[in-house]
């Protein structure tokens, strides 16, 4: 069972801005629920800002858009439980599968402790469809004086998107990432996942 509160009631999609209210509480809890090595709290505090920034203006240039739509993030629009516990489970899952292959695979090159900061996607509020998926990664590089002792820090962000086919709903996006490795799940009316999407981005 998952460690996070949702709510018991909740207003119907009509209600859009209640609904977005109490999403914005569950993702908060969220994310101070998720273990972190001291080291990177440094660089987390100032990533998620950078995160904020980095989706917002990525997401109209890149959205699947149509006429009249109107995008909120996916938490903001899910409406029962069974869709939270899908969509935190694909939260959880892509973390721990990121975390079992970095060492292997993109911590090899000169960033090797890439942190996973977070996962979202836009969702239009009338028909499901998703806009866009991305997911977001913090990397550094320390180096240490030996005449003085201080310490310079480099870092770096990472913004990728995920291969989603035209048209994708949320509902089918769910339903296809359930399981142990979302990372490499087959995405919905495609031949790729969401691990193809970091290969050109990492």
């Known amino acids: 069972m998952l460690g996070f509160a949702i709510p018991a009631v909740r207003a119907s999609r009509h209600s859009a801005r209640?609904?977005?209210?109490?999403?914005?509480?569950?993702?908060?809890d969220m994310i101070e629920r998720i273990p972190m090595h001291p080291r990177f709290r440094f660089l987390y505090s100032l990533a998620v800002s950078a995160v904020l920034a980095v989706v917002s203006m990525s997401l109209p240039a890149h959205a699947q858009s149509?006429?009249?739509?109107?995008?909120v993030e996916a938490i903001s629009y899910l409406d029962t439980d069974a869709e939270y516990e899908a969509w935190f489970d694909i939260q959880h899952g892509l973390r721990r599968n990121f975390d079992d292959i970095c060492g292997d695979t993109f911590c090899e090159g000169d960033y090797s402790n890439i942190q996973s900061l977070r996962y979202t996607c836009s969702v239009d509020e009338a028909s499901g469809r998703i806009g866009m998926c991305v997911w977001v990664f913090a990397g550094s590089i320390e180096e240490i004086d030996p005449a003085t002792g201080k310490i310079s820090v480099r870092q770096a962000f990472w913004r990728c998107k995920t291969p989603l086919a035209p048209g994708t709903t949320i509902e089918s996006f769910l339903a296809a990432?359930?399981?142990?490795?979302?990372?490499?799940?087959?995405?919905p009316g495609s031949d790729q996942s969401i691990y193809d999407g970091l290969i050109d981005c990492l």
């Open 18 to 28: 209640a609904r977005r209210g109490m999403a914005d509480a569950n993702t908060t």
């Open 66 to 71: 149509e006429p009249g739509a109107n995008y």
């Open 177 to 187: 990432l359930q399981g142990s490795r979302p990372l490499y799940a087959t995405l």
